[in-house]
C-alpha cells in the first residue's frame, strides 16, 4: 500500500513535470531553441495567482486564469522582445539571451516579492480522499493535479492534431521555410506556441505551488532543469514524448527518494536519464535524424 | 599558410602580453593601494574563472560541443585539491608546494573524471551531449554534498549519507556531507592563479595550433569528413574534452582553496552557465575574448554595486543587450563600413579558428 501511494504521488509531480516539459518541447520543436526562462515563467505563474489569491482576495479559479494570462502576455512579450530578433542568430546566442531573461526574471521577482519565501495555499478547495481504512491517503492537490495534467494532455493533441494553427505549427517545426512558402505566418505560429507554452507554465507554477506550498524567486529553476530533463527524455520535440517523460522522471524521483536514498534522488534521476540516452540516444519517442553525406 | 602560422603566432603571443600587463598592472594598483579591498577579493576568483573560461572554449568553441557541466569538474578539483591540500598539512609545510599538488591533484582527478564522463558523453551529439554533461554536472553536486571524509592518527575514513565516522583524537573532518568542506586553509594567492592562468593558455594555444588541435577542429566543422580521411573522432574528441577537465579541475582546486568553506552547491548549473555566458559574450573559439569576458563579467556585479539592489537586473538587462546588438544585422553592416573587424565567431561556427 506504500508502494502505491508513492506511486500516486510520483505520477501527480510527474503530471506537473509533463506540463512545464510540454512548454519546453513545443517551443523547441517549432523554434528550435532552448528556451532557458520557461521555469521562471513558472515561478511568475505561482507568485501572480498567490497575489490574486491574497491581495485581491479572487476565488482560486479566477487567480489561476489571471496568471495565465499574465503568464500568457509576458510569454509573448518575451518572444517579441528578446527571441525574435535573434531568429537568424546561431542557437548558443538564443541560448544565453534565454538565461539573461531568466536571470532577468529571477531578480525582478526578488526586487518585487523579496527573496523570503512566501507560503502557498493550495488552490485545491477539498480535503483527501481516504480509501482502504485509511491506508491510502490520496491529497485532493494529487487528484487534481493528475486530472488537469490528462484535460492538457488530451486538448494539446486536439489543437495540434486537428487544429488549422496545429496544423500550421506541425509544419513550422518540420520545414520553416517550406512552411512560408505555403502562406505561414511563422512569426505568428511562434507566438501563438509561446503564448500556449507560457499559459501552460502558469498552470503548472500553480500545481507545483500548491504540492510544495514554498513560493521563492528561485521556485521554478530546478523543476525547471528536471523538465527539461523530461523533455529530452522522451524525445524533445514530441509532445507525448514530454508527457511520458514527464510522468516517468516523477515515479522514478519519488520512488528513488523512498526506497533507495532521499539525498541521492536527484542523482538517480539524471542517472537514468543519462543510460536511457545512452540506449536511445534521441530519447524514448524521438525521432531518429539520418545525416545525409 | 606561412602567413597564417606568423598570424597565429603574433596572436598567440598578444594573448600571453595581454595576461602579463594585465598582472603588472594590478600588483602596480596593489601596491599603490588604488584597489578597493571586495575587487581585491575578486582577484583569485577572477583567474580561477579565466581558466574555466578557456578550458571551456576548448570543448565548446574549439571542440564544438555544448557542456552544460562544467562546474563538475571543478566541483571534482576543488573537493579533490581540498583532501589534498588537507592531508599534507603537516608533510609538506611550505604553502606553495602544497597548493601546487593541489591544483595537480585537482586536475588529475578531474581529468579522469572526464575521460570516464567522456565514454557515454561523446559518443551522442548537440543537444543530446548538452543535456547529458548538464546530468552529470547535477549528479556530482548531488553525490558530493553526501560524502562525509576525515582522517585521524589512523588513517582516512569515508561515508556516505550517514556521518559515522569514528575519528580518533586529533582527527579532523575535511568533508562535511552537506555543508561541504570546512576549516580550509587558505593557500591561493594571485600569483598563483596568474601562473595557472599561463600554464592553461601555454597548453590550450600550443594544442589548438598543433596537429591535433588541427584534427579537433577538422572533426567540429564536419565529423564525416574527418572520419573519412582517417582522423580517429573518438580519440580527438576525447583529447578535447580530457584537456578541458583537466584544466577545470586545477581551477577549482585554486577556487575552493582561496575560501574556508565551500560546499558543493557553489557548483551547481548556474555556475556551468556563468562559465558558459563567458565563453559566449568572448567569443567561441577566441581565447583572448573569453578572459577579457571572464574578467569584465565577474568584475562587473562589483561595479554595478552603485546601483545597489537592482545590480544583478542591470546585469541581466545588459546580458541580453550585449546578445541582441551583437547578432543585429544592421548594426553589424554598420560596424564593417567603419573599418572594425568582427573577430569572433558568434556568427558562423565554422569561422571559429582565429585564435
Redesign the interface.
Known amino acids: 500500500m506504500t508502494f502505491l501511494s508513492h506511486l500516486i504521488s510520483g505520477i501527480s509531480l510527474g503530471s506537473i513535470y509533463a506540463i512545464i516539459a510540454l512548454g519546453y518541447t513545443m517551443v523547441y520543436g517549432i523554434a528550435k531553441m532552448l528556451n532557458f526562462a520557461h521555469g521562471d515563467v513558472i515561478m511568475v505563474g505561482g507568485y501572480m495567482s498567490f497575489i490574486a489569491m491574497i491581495y485581491f482576495g479572487w476565488p482560486p479559479l479566477l487567480s489561476i486564469l489571471f496568471a495565465m494570462v499574465v503568464c500568457t502576455v509576458l510569454g509573448i512579450l518575451i518572444e517579441q522582445l528578446a527571441y525574435k530578433p535573434l531568429r537568424a542568430a546561431p542557437s548558443l546566442a538564443v541560448l544565453i539571451t534565454a538565461i539573461g531573461v531568466s536571470y532577468f526574471l529571477q531578480n525582478a521577482a526578488q526586487l518585487i516579492f523579496s527573496a523570503n519565501h512566501k507560503s502557498y495555499s493550495s488552490v485545491v478547495p477539498f480535503g483527501s480522499l481516504r480509501l482502504f481504512n485509511d491506508r491510502l491517503i490520496i491529497s485532493g492537490t494529487t487528484i487534481v493535479t493528475i486530472i488537469v495534467c490528462i484535460v492538457i494532455i488530451l486538448a494539446l493533441n486536439t489543437i495540434v492534431n486537428k487544429t488549422k494553427i496545429g496544423k500550421a505549427m506541425r509544419a513550422v517545426s518540420e520545414d520553416k521555410d517550406a512552411a512560408q512558402l505555403m502562406g505561414i505566418n511563422i512569426n505568428k505560429t511562434i507566438s501563438i506556441t509561446f503564448a500556449i507554452g507560457s499559459a501552460l507554465a502558469a498552470v503548472a507554477g500553480v500545481l507545483l505551488c500548491s504540492a510544495y506550498p514554498i513560493l521563492m524567486p528561485t521556485t521554478g529553476a530546478m523543476p525547471g532543469i528536471k523538465a527539461f530533463t523530461a523533455a529530452v527524455f522522451g524525445g524533445i520535440g514530441s509532445i507525448p514524448g514530454a508527457f511520458l517523460g514527464g510522468i516517468l522522471l516523477g515515479i522514478i524521483e519519488i520512488l528513488g527518494k523512498a526506497y533507495i536514498s532521499t539525498q541521492l534522488s536527484d542523482a538517480i534521476v539524471f542517472a537514468v536519464l543519462i543510460i536511457i540516452l545512452l540506449v536511445k540516444p534521441t530519447g524514448l519517442l524521438g525521432k531518429k535524424v539520418l545525416v545525409k553525406v | 599558410m606561412k602567413y597564417l602560422r606568423l598570424r597565429s603566432k603574433i596572436d598567440n603571443w598578444l594573448t600571453y602580453g595581454l595576461i602579463i600587463v594585465a598582472y603588472i598592472v594590478m600588483r602596480l594598483l596593489i601596491a599603490g593601494g588604488n584597489i578597493s579591498s571586495t575587487l581585491q577579493g575578486q582577484l583569485v576568483p577572477i583567474t580561477a574563472y579565466i581558466v574555466m573560461a578557456i578550458s571551456l572554449n576548448l570543448t ?1 568553441g574549439v571542440l564544438g560541443e ?1 557542456s552544460l557541466g562544467h562546474a563538475g569538474f571543478m566541483s571534482v578539483g576543488a573537493f579533490s585539491g581540498v583532501i589534498t591540500a588537507t592531508l599534507l598539512t603537516d608533510a609538506i609545510p611550505m604553502t606553495w608546494l602544497r597548493l601546487a599538488l593541489a591544483m595537480l591533484v585537482g586536475g588529475l582527478f578531474a581529468g579522469i573524471f572526464g575521460f570516464l564522463i567522456g565514454i ?1 558523453v561523446l ?3 548537440g ?2 551531449l548538452a ?2 554533461t ?3 554536472g ?2 556530482i553536486k ?2 558530493v ?2 560524502i562525509y571524509l576525515g582522517y585521524d592518527a589512523n588513517g582516512i575514513q569515508v561515508s556516505i ?1 550517514n556521518n559515522t565516522l569514528q575519528l580518533g583524537e586529533g582527527g579532523k573532518v575535511i568533508l562535511n556531507g ?1 555543508k561541504g568542506a570546512t576549516g580550509i586553509t587558505k593557500l591561493s594567492s594571485f600569483n598563483a592563479g596568474f601562473i595557472l592562468i599561463l600554464i592553461t593558455l601555454f597548453i590550450v594555444l600550443n594544442l589548438i595550433n598543433s596537429k591535433s588541435g588541427r584534427a579537433i577542429k577538422a572533426v567540429r566543422d564536419d565529423k ?1 569528413a574527418a572520419e573519412s580521411v582517417g582522423i580517429s573522432i573518438w580519440r580527438y574528441r576525447m583529447m578535447a574534452f580530457v584537456t578541458s577537465a583537466t584544466l577545470a579541475g586545477a581551477a577549482g582546486a585554486l577556487y575552493a582553496l582561496n575560501y574556508s568553506a565551500v560546499d558543493a552547491g557553489k557548483f551547481d ?1 548556474n555556475k556551468s ?1 556563468l562559465i ?2 563567458f565563453v ?2 568572448g567569443g ?1 573559439g577566441n581565447i583572448r575574448g573569453s578572459i577579457i569576458a571572464a574578467t569584465v563579467l565577474t568584475v562587473l556585479p562589483e561595479v554595478l554595486r552603485a546601483f545597489d ?2 545590480r ?2 542591470v ?3 545588459i ?2 543587450l550585449v ?2 546588438v ?4 544592421t548594426l553589424r553592416q554598420l560596424f564593417q563600413k567603419i573599418g572594425i573587424r568582427r573577430r569572433n565567431s ?4 565554422k569561422e571559429g579558428d582565429e585564435t
Open positions: 565548446v555544448l557515454p559518443r551522442l551529439q543537444d543530446y543535456i547529458v548538464l546530468a552529470f547535477e549528479i548531488n553525490v554534498g553526501t549519507e552537506p564525416i548549473f552557465i558558459l555566458v559566449v559574450l567561441m539592489e537592482v544583478m537586473l546585469y541581466a538587462i546580458l541580453i546578445m541582441l551583437r547578432n543585429n544585422k558568434l556568427s558562423n561556427n
